[in-house]
């Protein structure tokens, strides 16, 4: 998969790579609009992550231009301007999806998961996961034959798990994927228990859960080679 | 008491008590002007007598009698001659009482001795003083009559004058206090008016609003600039942070350290936003399009957040009687206002409490009622609950303090109002007052 990410600020933009290269995408960076375009022209990309404050030019006029020579890649926005009339003009003029900054990159990565997904059609692909396998695009949790009905909030958590497994993730930012913008300064709250202590009762019925691990003070995170 | 009615008074009292005066003293400036009017006639009277009495001699006076005396018919005016000594000299005019025929009366008597061939006489002309002064009480009356029927028609010219003259200052107070909304609006017709005072004060007024208005403005931008440049350190601290996480090496300390500094800057995310927010609508950034039917919308907002109903083990009952749309506003907005307001209810709550939502629809006004049985808010604090960073009852953790002040920018852009009645321990309840 290859991105490229145009940000002006420069520190974001190396933190952004640094993560995404992790996640084995290939990253290029452009700084500004002018670089941007002429990365666009001469490369096709699948991602192409797009600053709105740009210093030379407007980052929804630079969207415009970079759909007519990559009109096939998958265009998020990201922006710290946030007012409504930007998301719809960006969402009008082909975005595909829209992170205000700032954002988690955890987040960011689920996106683009969600937007491949999307583009890639429907032919879902079930993921091991101990003796259990998930279907993202269906939305099943299965046990051999058997499907494990879960609610629509404990699938969501499960999946973005999933998608970072083996790395540990924050109540905050469990929280943050389920309920937006609307987490409370509460985290210590329990609500994220609660559904990780569903979600383990309801397949732990089928089959061990150990790869689900609580990382004390700290969060959640799924083991999975 | 209304200016111009003070004026009016005032002026009245005074014209009254001037005619007060002049009606007391008519009587004595009678008697100065009758006096000296007497005195002159007296004068000419001695004249006329001293010119016969040098033409013709004074036998024609006496007519072989020792002195002469005459006086009218019914004794209001009298003359007399008669001769004295010859070194008594006399020439005054005075009030004296003399008897005539029986009947004492007072004149006004001239005196005056002069000398002749037959030797010194003396001349007396007397007028009565009654027949002078008989005239002061209707003079009286009749002056208070003219006098008082004059200041009734100034009064009236006096109240439609002040009236005129200080309308523009009702206007001002009408125009420029009473009727601004703030923020004011900008570029205000002055008030028409030739006074120059009150030209000054509109004038005044109009540079106050501008100034405030400026202020206000300045603090707007600054929220927006401010909140929009922590954006960006605060998007670079998190990335950074996510991606230090994810170093195998890092030990589990350490990842629960990083994890609280997330928290940490996940408030400051929080606040910045809320500021963002506040000013966004404040600027009246949000399009007001969207019909919104308030018992779906609190539908939406609980199922948003009933998860933490569970979790708190709050009773939750919705009463809702009537079907009510809300035209020309931001469904989003509302959304958060009514989400704020819930979650305060549930959050400061007690464990298994509960929170009513309850509509009513009276005399054209539809308002929500959202009433918990939590902590309540002290009856001091009652009036800062919707201010900026004020927080109701220090001590708890999280604050009411953005929440609430978002909740009143969402009321306010939508012209909602907004009540809140309270009682320590017992519970809050919130009022959602709809236009």
Redesign the interface.
């Known amino acids: 998969m290859k991105v490229l990410l145009v940000e002006d600020e420069k520190t974001l933009a190396y933190e952004v790579e640094a993560f995404l290269k992790k996640a084995f995408y290939i990253c290029d960076l452009a700084h500004t609009a002018r670089q941007g375009l002429e990365k666009i022209e001469c490369n096709l990309y699948d991602f192409i992550l797009l600053d709105l404050g740009l210093p030379d030019k407007d980052g929804l006029v630079l969207l415009e231009q970079a759909k007519k020579h990559n009109p096939d890649a998958a265009y998020i926005i990201l922006t710290a301007r946030g007012n409504i009339e930007d998301r719809i003009k960006g969402l009008d003029l082909g975005a595909d999806d829209y992170l205000p900054k700032p954002f988690s990159l955890l987040e960011l990565q689920s996106r683009m998961q969600a937007i491949s997904r999307r583009k890639s059609g429907m032919n879902s692909q079930l993921i091991p996961l101990g003796e259990f396998n998930v279907d993202i695009q269906k939305r099943i949790v299965s046990h051999q034959e058997n499907e494990i009905e879960l609610t629509r909030k404990e699938f969501d958590l499960l999946s973005y798990m999933l998608l970072h497994k083996n790395r540990v993730l924050t109540r905050l930012q469990l929280s943050e994927h389920i309920w937006g913008s609307f987490v409370d300064d509460d985290y210590d709250s329990n609500y994220i228990d609660v559904h990780i202590k569903n979600i383990r009762k309801k397949l732990g019925a089928y089959g061990p859960v150990e790869w689900l691990e609580t990382v004390r003070g700290v969060g959640y995170k799924i083991k999975k080679s | 008491m209304k200016l111009s009615t003070k004026l009016t008074l005032f002026v009245t009292l005074s014209k009254l008590a001037i005619v007060v005066f002049f009606i007391l003293t008519l009587p004595y400036l009678v008697d100065i002007i009758s006096a000296t009017y007497t005195d002159n006639l007296l004068r000419q009277k001695r004249g006329k007598v001293l010119d016969v009495v040098a033409r013709e001699g004074i036998e024609s006076y006496l007519d072989g009698q020792p002195s002469y005396g005459s006086y009218t018919l019914l004794k209001d005016e009298y003359i007399a001659l008669a001769p004295v000594e010859t070194d008594l000299q006399l020439d005054t005019i005075e009030t004296d009482e003399r008897v005539l025929e029986g009947d004492t009366l007072s004149y006004r008597l001239l005196s005056h001795t002069f000398k002749t061939r037959e030797g010194t006489f003396l001349l007396e002309i007397g007028r009565e003083t009654a027949t002078i002064s008989q005239y002061n009480r209707p003079l009286q009356r009749f002056a208070l009559i003219v006098l008082l029927s004059l200041i009734f028609v100034t009064l009236i010219i006096d109240l439609f004058f002040t009236h005129y003259l200080i309308k523009p200052l009702g206007e001002i107070i009408k125009e420029k206090l009473v009727n601004q909304q703030f923020p004011f609006a900008k570029n205000q017709a002055p008030i028409k008016t030739s006074t120059s005072d009150f030209r000054y004060l509109d004038s005044s007024l109009m540079l106050l609003m501008e100034q405030i208005n400026e202020a206000f403005e300045k603090e707007r931008e600054f929220t927006a600039n401010a909140s929009?440049e922590l954006?960006?350190p605060?998007?670079?601290l998190?990335?950074?942070i996510?991606?230090l996480?994810?170093h195998t090496e890092v030990s589990?300390l350490i990842?629960?350290r990083l994890?609280e500094m997330?928290?940490t800057l996940?408030?400051l995310?929080?606040i910045v936003?809320s500021l963002?927010l506040i000013s966004?609508i404040e600027n009246e950034?949000?399009?007001k399009a969207d019909n919104v039917n308030i018992r779906a919308l609190l539908g939406e907002v609980m199922e948003?957040?009933s998860?933490?109903l569970?979790?708190q083990e709050i009773a939750f009952e919705m009463n809702f009687r009537h079907q009510f749309s809300f035209n020309n506003a931001n469904h989003?907005l509302l959304f958060q206002l009514f989400?704020n307001l819930i979650?305060n209810a549930i959050?400061y709550n007690k464990k298994s409490g509960s929170i009513l939502i309850k509509d009513d629809y009276s005399k054209g006004v539809y308002s929500v009622y959202i009433k918990d049985t939590g902590i309540g808010i002290p009856e001091e604090e009652l009036p800062f609950v919707f201010n900026r960073f004020k927080k109701a009852n220090l001590s708890q953790?999280?604050?009411y303090g953005l929440g609430l002040s978002i909740v009143k920018s969402i009321a306010n852009y939508h012209r909602i109002k907004l009540d809140v009645t309270s009682k320590v321990n017992e519970g809050t309840t919130f009022s959602v007052i709809f236009p």
Request: hydrophobic residues 25%.
């Open positions: 929009h954006m960006t605060i998007s670079i998190q990335n950074k996510e991606n996480m994810e589990d990842q629960q994890s997330l928290r996940s408030r995310k929080k936003n963002l966004r950034q949000f399009a948003e957040i998860h933490r569970e979790e989003d989400y979650n959050r953790a999280g604050g």
